[in-house]
């Protein structure tokens, strides 16, 4: 399950914005995803990332970006039921 939101907090206040991108970061054959951003967001969890992963607090590998646009918001929170609907 996805979060319904930007993974993103700026001065205390979580980011209201649907989720557009999942990142994730690739280390050889593993893929860890970190979490998602909106499109306004993807720089500075970017630039966030590189920092965390200079601390080693995140997989030192490829940064990836995978757009959930083909999902959309609407889907993730549709009801099961419609989703298996032929
Ligand atoms: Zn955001």
């Known amino acids: 399950m996805l979060p319904e939101h930007c993974s993103i907090r700026e ?3 979580d980011c209201p914005m649907p989720p ?3 990142i994730s970061v690739k ?3 593993d893929e860890y995803m970190v ?3 909106c499109d306004g967001h ?3 969890f970017m630039d966030k990332l ?11 590998g490829t940064i990836s970006f995978t757009g959930l646009k083909a999902v959309g918001t609407d889907c993730i ?3 099961p039921n419609d989703l298996i609907q032929l």
Do not use: A
């Open 20 to 22: 557009e991108f999942i």
């Open 11 to 13: 001065k205390g206040v």
């Open 42 to 44: 993807k720089k500075s």
């Open 77 to 79: 929170r549709m009801d």
């Open 35 to 37: 979490g998602v951003t």
């Open 27 to 29: 280390v050889k054959d």
């Open 50 to 60: 590189g920092i965390l992963q200079k601390e080693g607090k995140v997989p030192n």
